[in-house]
T-cell receptor, first 115, second 115 residues
């Protein structure tokens, strides 16, 4: 099992540019979560999906952020336009069987820097 | 209001000694789950241990145990026989209630193990 795969590992972009983060969950997991980690705010849940359907996006900071899950093996988090305050580590996590008494499995994260 | 509180920003422990990392939580829901994650300097989030609110016994996983005191709403992580590789950030998290799959994290405790 390759685990949760995120790409890219690092992204540096200029303010105003569009950024797309990608995630491949563990096969068979029906929940997918996007988290953001910053020093100031810690780990924040942005949005999560169940069976490819967005269930709760209340953590999405603003309209510049959008997330999709077109199929069970792929999700994207897009920021357009990006701003310096979006700089953070973005984690994708997946789980199965209503999760999770056995923990959510996290990807390695994408470190985003907006200059 | 903070749902998960970790009051120790940093802890030091000598190798081979035991250490307790504190976590208190706040919920009025009778059904919830508590998790601990480890985040080494490399950045990945590693699931350590889980405790369900209805579990009668404290959870254990190898050198990790969870000291669950329901009345006090605390879920402290005990690491026995500390190793240098245990140096990392440790996060307590809660999944609250039935009908939600959100995992809410505390601010973390940085543990440093010295020889």
């Amino acid at each position: 099992d390759a685990g949760v795969i995120q790409s890219p590992r690092h992204e540096v972009t200029e303010m105003g540019q569009e950024v797309t983060l990608r995630c491949k969950p563990i096969s068979g997991h029906d929940y997918l979560f996007w988290y953001r980690q910053t020093m100031m705010r810690g780990l924040e849940l942005l949005i999560y999906f169940n069976n490819n359907v967005p269930i709760d996006d209340s953590g999405m900071p603003e309209d510049r952020f959008s997330a999709k899950m077109p199929n069970a093996s792929f999700s994207t988090l897009k920021i357009q336009p990006s701003e310096p305050r979006d700089s953070a580590v973005y984690f994708c996590a997946s789980s199965g069987d209503r999760g999770l008494n056995y923990g959510y499995t996290f990807g390695s994260g994408t470190r985003l820097t907006v200059v | 209001a903070q749902k998960i509180t970790q009051t120790q920003p940093g802890m030091f422990v000598q190798e081979k000694e035991a250490v307790t990392l504190d976590c208190t939580y706040d919920t009025s829901d009778p059904s919830y789950g508590l998790f601990w994650y480890k985040q080494p300097s490399s950045g990945e989030m590693i699931f350590l241990i889980y405790q369900g609110s209805y579990d009668q016994q404290n959870a254990t996983e190898g050198r990790y145990s969870l000291n669950f005191q329901k009345a006090r709403k605390s879920a402290n992580l005990v690491i026995s026989a500390s190793q240098l590789g245990d140096s990392a950030m440790y996060f307590c998290a809660m999944r609250e209630g039935i009908g939600t799959d959100k995992l809410i994290f505390g601010t973390g405790t940085r543990l440093q193990v010295f020889p």
